[in-house]
């Protein structure tokens, strides 16, 4: 059964970076898409960035373009998406999310088209002066 375990989450000023680290127990990524989804309060989860691990495809939505690079460490077993030039409209819990990469794709999982089921605990990230 796959696990994932997010990191990195915390308080940083408007413009700064952040790097959230999402591991996985249990099973390699090799054949998963993996994604990063947040929840602001009162609002939707959204898919924030995607990546299929098998061919590196990626996906984004349009406010993080530019500025988030979602990236995999194989070897560590973990997804990580760095984080620059921080909003305080990217305050949310951000989650970690997987579904075998036969069954979906980084834009399908990001659109939620599909949605994902391996999920982690989530990390809170506050951007605020």
């Known amino acids: 059964q796959l696990q994932l375990v997010e990191s990195g989450g915390g308080l940083v000023q408007p413009g700064g970076s952040l790097r959230l680290s999402c591991a996985a127990f249990?099973?390699?990524?090799?054949?998963?898409?993996i994604g990063w989804f947040r929840q602001a309060p009162v609002k939707e989860r959204e898919g924030v960035s995607c990546?299929?691990?098998?061919?590196?495809?990626?996906h984004y939505v349009d406010s993080v373009k530019g500025r988030f690079t979602i990236s995999r460490d194989n070897a560590k077993n973990t997804v990580y998406l760095q984080m620059n030039s921080l909003k305080p409209e990217d305050t949310a819990v951000y989650y970690c999310?997987?579904?075998?990469?036969?069954?979906?794709?980084?834009?399908?999982?990001?659109?939620?088209?599909?949605?994902?089921?391996?999920w982690g605990q989530g990390t809170q990230v506050t951007v605020s002066s």
């Open positions: 999310a997987a579904d075998p990469g036969s069954v979906t794709t980084a834009q399908a999982m990001c659109t939620m088209r599909r949605f994902p089921g391996y």
């Open positions: 249990g099973d390699t990524l090799d054949y998963y898409a």
């Open positions: 990546i299929t691990i098998s061919d590196g495809r990626t």
